[in-house]
């Protein structure tokens, strides 16, 4: 895996880049990631995958959720793939989505699939897949983020967009940026009543903690999800209250996904806190947990690997992360 091409194709140029914290990471590219929006962004390999082992099995079995480093090959099938399901990606082709068919899948994914968008960035570029989302967002009829699909599932797709122009060049990113602005000014005022869904994705989107506290995911209508404290990144103290508040409260039967980002943006105290945390989530979440901890620097983390070390799903990563960093 390298920093070249797909989402890192702005080069030093990248938005993100401003907030970039040195000595965060464990290597200087660590600390590059962080400032991209990782673990939200897919990397590519060049490594052949072995389509007869995934036939007929759940493809997330093989490669949880979205964030991590993805076989070239597989990652633009999942890209053109009508459905995640694992027939209907290695029945996709490895051939580059351009022109008409890359504008038709990136739009289709803003409507119905959202995490799709990352894999369209990295086998394109930042810039392309913003670019081409964004146009799609700001056409759209007012009454388009009312119904379905928009309305059900334009969210999701304006939460993704936040961190793909975290990847963007920065003076495209700062246009894409006001022209949203522009669609948020206006859909606005067609929901005095109340943001409907894609409306707090795009709240989220643009603007912060502010954003946040407007917009955020309340499961019980009163407080926070920390899954939308991730958009924070313009008020550290506010994510480690969040964090602090909420981290003690999550039970892994209810499947809490765990994001290393809120430890890149509110701070020591939040990395030690998610080291802690071990316990809090579901097993199906513990190698996602040793992937993006086992990329921040510290004593916290070595803690947390050696537990780690010890279980079932984890043991085998967490085992050589030690032997190679401890």
Known sequence: MSLLGGAFAAGDDAAGLRGVKRGFGRTPDDDRLFALGYPHLVMLSDEPFAQASLKGEKLWHHFPGTAGTFPRGLAIRIARAKTNSVDDVLAASEAPLTGAALKKTVEGACAFAADRLLFLEAVTSSEIVADLAVAYIAKLSTAAWKKHPFETEGGDSLRVLHYIL??????????????????????????????????????????????????????????????????????????????????????????????????????????????????????????????????????????????????????????AWLAANA
Request: proline residues 6%.
């Open 166 to 319: 975290l990847r963007c060049p920065t003076a495209k990113a700062k246009a894409l940026r006001a022209k949203l602005e522009v669609v948020f000014g206006k859909i606005k005022k067609t929901m005095a009543d109340g943001y409907w869904r894609p409306l707090r994705g795009l709240d989220l989107c643009l603007h912060g903690a502010a954003g946040v506290k407007r917009s955020g995911y309340r499961p019980d209508d009163v407080e926070l999800s920390l899954g939308d404290v991730s958009f924070a990144g313009d008020d550290p103290k506010f994510v480690a209250a969040e964090v602090k508040r909420e981290l003690p409260t999550l039970v892994p039967n209810d499947s809490p996904v765990f994001d290393a980002r809120l430890a890149f943006l509110g701070g020591p105290a939040v990395t030690k806190a998610l080291c802690g945390a071990l316990g809090r989530f579901n097993s199906q979440h513990h190698r996602a947990m040793v992937e993006q901890l086992g990329r921040i620097a510290g004593k916290d983390v070595v803690a947390f690997m050696k537990a780690a070390a010890a279980k079932p799903r984890c043991r085998v990563a967490a085992t």
